[in-house]
């Protein structure tokens, strides 16, 4: 195993360059993870789904995904983990960078490599720093970000960046360490204790309330059925059908795919229990489908695609199932990915996430920094706006 050693007190740390050289057990623990019926701990942060990745070829050094995962010990007993990768792009990140790069070229600097603490692919809010319960997160914390940046050290790049990261955990970093906040918006459907998809529209205004009735009866009367498939009915084929929705859709909107078939093969054998599949079919032919994770609290929408455009299937397949799905199984948030203005009059409110970021130069992080404060300020006042939009009813309906 090709490890870097540094010695903290009765800490020590190691880098690896692949998940295999981690126990799972070892892993999912530090993350709170379990793959059973308890349904405990954020599927992205398995042990399981960074080996799709890296067993796939999704991540590898190919792809430009080198792991550099940082374990820290107490004595002999792995108590934290920072998923971590060098990185000489910075596709398939969602948290977008280039105007950092165009700085450090301007200036005559060379921004790649870069390190990249995040799940590949993934906007998903998260922990970042998986800590073993019992320990000291503050303390656990700080000494994952030394070794991090005894990395950007060894490696001399122009900075690091830890992306989707949950504000309860910036909490923990010092601001003597000097790591940047940058903010984004996601739009995210909470949970009102609702005890039906009828009982959630009933709090909406009626002009929206309409609109999504619209938009669901559009579907329902048509030829067009649509299936729930999780647990044992999830089969091999349902890896190969869902990548050819996939491929089609990628390929039409951007041209490239991050994820191949052996992913979603790997994916339903080691996650199946994690996994709901909504799929489209019309004359017993399936033309579309999504995929969603989810945990005890949260249904993630992930990816999503279709043969062919079909008027309102994308808002039913991929928000109102979700949603469907979330009150169900009583779970508290549905979180449907990056971007998407539209999803707000569908119940989709504002929702801010967090990255942090380090820069070796100085000069430079201070341009930065000033940069990200008037762009922070930007992102508040959009949220402001953006809930003005809200279709929730309001004291005057």
Same mark, same amino acid.
């Given at each position: 195993?090709?490890?870097?050693k540094?010695?903290?007190?009765?800490?020590?740390?190691?880098?690896?360059?692949?998940?295999?050289?981690?126990?799972?057990?070892?892993?999912?623990?530090?993350?709170?993870?379990?793959?059973?019926?308890?349904?405990?701990?954020?599927?992205?942060l398995?042990?399981?789904?960074?080996?799709?990745?890296?067993?796939s070829g999704?991540?590898?050094?190919?792809?430009?995904?080198i792991?550099?995962?940082?374990? *820290?010990?107490?004595?002999?007993?792995v108590?934290?983990?920072?998923?971590?990768?060098?990185?000489?792009h910075?596709?398939?990140?969602?948290?977008?960078?280039?105007?950092?790069?165009?700085?450090?070229?301007?200036?005559?600097?060379?921004?790649?490599?870069? *390190?990249?603490?995040?799940?590949?692919?993934s906007?998903?809010?998260?922990?970042?720093?998986?800590?073993?319960?019992?320990y000291?997160?503050?303390?656990?914390?700080?000494?994952?970000?030394k070794?991090?940046?005894?990395?950007?050290?060894?490696?001399?790049?122009?900075?690091?960046h830890?992306?989707?990261?949950?504000?309860?955990?910036?909490k923990?970093?010092?601001?003597?360490?000097?790591? *940047?906040?940058?903010?984004?918006?996601?739009f995210?459907?909470?949970?009102?204790?609702?005890?039906?998809f009828?009982?959630?529209?009933?709090?909406?205004?009626?002009?929206?309330?309409k609109?999504?009735?619209?938009?669901r009866?559009?579907?329902?009367?048509?030829?067009?059925?649509?299936?729930?498939?999780?647990?044992?009915?999830?089969?091999?084929?349902?890896?190969? *059908?869902? #990548?050819k929705?996939?491929?089609?859709?990628?390929?039409k909107?951007?041209?490239?795919?991050y994820?191949?078939?052996?992913?979603?093969?790997?994916?339903?054998?080691?996650?199946?229990?994690?996994?709901?599949?909504?799929?489209?079919?019309?004359?017993?032919d399936?033309?579309?489908?999504?995929?969603?994770?989810f945990?005890?609290?949260?249904?993630?929408?992930?990816?999503?695609?279709?043969?062919?455009?079909?008027?309102?299937?994308?808002?039913?397949?991929?928000?109102?199932?979700a949603?469907?799905?979330?009150?169900?199984?009583?779970?508290?948030?549905?979180?449907?990915?990056?971007?998407?203005?539209?999803?707000?009059?569908r119940?989709?409110?504002?929702?801010?996430?967090y990255?942090?970021?380090k820069?070796?130069?100085? #000069?430079?992080?201070n341009?930065?920094? #000033?940069?990200?404060?008037?762009?922070?300020?930007?992102?508040? #006042?959009?949220?402001?706006?953006?809930?003005?939009?809200?279709?929730?009813?309001?004291h005057n309906?």
């Open positions: 195993m090709n490890t870097i540094t010695e903290l007190t009765n800490f020590s740390t190691s880098v690896i360059e692949s998940v295999h050289q981690i126990d799972r057990n070892t892993w999912n623990e530090c993350a709170d993870f379990r793959n059973d019926s308890s349904n405990i701990g954020n599927p992205f398995s042990h399981e789904f960074f080996c799709c990745l890296e067993d999704s991540v590898s050094e190919r792809t430009g995904w792991s550099q995962h940082i374990l *820290l010990y107490y004595d002999n007993l108590v934290g983990i920072l998923p971590n990768f060098l990185k000489n910075s596709w398939g990140e969602y948290i977008f960078d280039q105007v950092f790069a165009q700085a450090w070229e301007n200036s005559g600097g060379q921004y790649y490599p870069k *390190l990249l603490s995040a799940v590949p692919f906007p998903v809010p998260g922990e970042r720093f998986l800590i073993r319960e019992g000291d997160k503050k303390q656990i914390t700080e000494l994952l970000l070794a991090l940046e005894n990395l950007m050290q060894i490696y001399k790049v122009s900075s690091s830890i992306n989707f990261i949950k504000k309860e955990q910036i923990n970093i010092s601001k003597d360490n000097y790591w *940047l906040e940058r903010q984004n918006i996601q995210h459907w909470k949970n009102e204790n609702y005890q039906d009828e009982h959630f529209l009933s709090k909406l205004s009626s002009s929206k309330r609109i999504i009735k619209r938009e009866k559009e579907i329902s009367n048509s030829t067009i059925n649509l299936e729930t498939i999780r647990n044992e009915e999830i089969k091999s084929e349902h890896a190969k *059908l869902f #990548n929705f996939y491929l089609s859709t990628i390929e909107k951007w041209g490239g795919a994820l191949n078939e052996k992913f979603w093969h790997l994916l339903l054998e080691n996650l199946k229990k994690r996994i709901v599949f909504i799929f489209a079919k019309e004359s017993n399936y033309f579309a489908g999504a995929i969603n994770l945990d005890s609290n949260t249904i993630y929408g992930r990816n999503w695609g279709s043969l062919k455009q079909v008027k309102f299937l994308h808002f039913e397949a991929c928000y109102y199932q949603i469907d799905f979330a009150i169900s199984n009583k779970l508290k948030n549905v979180e449907a990915g990056a971007q998407g203005i539209h999803k707000i009059q119940g989709y409110m504002p929702t801010k996430t990255s942090i970021h820069f070796s130069n100085k #000069n430079l992080s341009a930065i920094e #000033n940069y990200l404060k008037t762009e922070n300020l930007q992102i508040n #006042n959009e949220i402001n706006i953006l809930k003005q939009k809200s279709p929730f009813k309001t309906d």
